[in-house]
């Protein structure tokens, strides 16, 4: 598995974040179902997930400034 960079994250469309965030969720699921111990590939899975998530969410400068221009 290859590690997402934030960089790689912010060029994909909304969909395509939207889709591998799905696929690694299930491959988040299946490597837990093979161990009973959290190996180094399921770090790494929840790690790009939760870039994926942070980078999902609306910065406040931005939603401060779209709250701005529909006053």
């Known amino acids: 598995m290859a590690t997402l960079k934030a960089k790689d994250i912010r060029n994909m469309s909304k969909g395509d974040r939207e889709k591998k965030l799905k696929e690694l969720k299930m491959e988040l699921i299946k ?9 180094s590939k399921t770090k790494e899975i929840k790690r790009i997930i939760a ?4 980078l999902n969410k609306p910065t406040e400068e931005n939603s401060s400034k779209e709250i701005e221009k529909n006053k």
């Open 31 to 39: 490597s837990r179902s093979g161990n009973s111990k959290t190996g």
């Open 51 to 54: 870039r994926i998530l942070t």
